[in-house]
């Protein structure tokens, strides 16, 4: 059975570009670093010999472990050392490219929820989420 290319680096990028205010950049070791209100959402790069690309997204607690040790996944290197829930796809055996866009969605979400609210307001981003000033 040969190889078979997953999400590739234009579907990443294009996909990444879709959502509403994000900013890209070029980053670690060429890879393609997504932001929203300057802080990371979605990683794309880093491919091992025969792999397609690797994928990097935050998710909730649950997912991460879930996923930490499931085929095609991997803690995220550097992020997850460190605390964070990050998670790297490295194949498509565990998560498809249409589940692998979900999850970059929810990241992108989970991310906006840590912008200052002003940011926030001004992006138009989680307005039902955040509470009214006093």
């Given amino acids: 059975m040969g190889y078979r290319e997953v999400l590739t ?7 990444c570009e879709s959502l509403p205010h994000s900013t890209h950049v070029v980053q670690w070791g060429d890879a393609d670093v997504w932001k929203i209100g300057g802080k ?30 499931a085929p095609g996944c ?32 929810e990241s992108y979400h989970l991310v906006s929820l840590n912008l200052t609210k002003k940011l926030q307001r001004e992006l138009g981003l989680n307005q039902a989420e955040i509470e009214p000033d006093t």
Avoid: M
Avoid at 46 to 64: A, H, P
């Fill in 9 to 15: 680096d234009d579907e990443f990028n294009d996909f």
């Fill in 40 to 69: 990371v959402f979605a990683i794309g790069g880093w491919r091992d010999v025969d792999q397609g690309l690797f994928v990097t997204f935050k998710c909730e607690e649950f997912e991460f472990e879930l996923l930490g040790a």
């Fill in 74 to 105: 991997r803690p995220a290197p550097y992020l997850a050392s460190r605390g964070f829930t990050w998670i790297q796809r490295t194949g498509d055996e565990t998560i498809s490219d249409d589940e692998l866009r979900e999850f970059i969605t």
